[in-house]
């Protein structure tokens, strides 16, 4: 994979929307996140190992609250809360 995009299970932990990779990989594989890049189509991620990008638009539901961001970032790391929220930025839908 290149250096400008992450697998979407790595992307969602290192955020911190999921506690586990292996959680991450699980909601991913059950199609459960949305994903537009662009001018495309919105697409349902159906593989964990799908890439995403910063500017990547992604919407899901998790504990009952529907989340919509934009990826800002990849990160290098699963860091601690304040970082992991400089990864998106929130969407209003």
Do not use: N
Not at 9 to 29: E, G, I, P, S
Not at 42 to 54: G, N, Y
Not at 81 to 92: H, I, K, Q, S
């Amino acid at each position: 994979m290149s250096e400008d995009a992450c697998r979407a299970d790595v992307w969602l932990w290192r955020a911190r929307f999921f506690k586990t990779r292996t959680l991450a990989a699980k909601f991913v594989d059950e199609g459960k996140v949305r994903l537009t890049r662009g001018a495309a189509p919105e697409t349902r991620l159906d593989k964990c190992a799908r890439p995403v990008k910063p500017g990547d638009h992604l919407v899901f539901a998790v504990g009952g609250r529907l989340i919509a961001i934009q990826i800002e970032a990849l990160g290098e790391r699963r860091g601690p809360p304040a970082e992991a929220r400089g990864l998106y930025t929130a969407l209003e839908e």
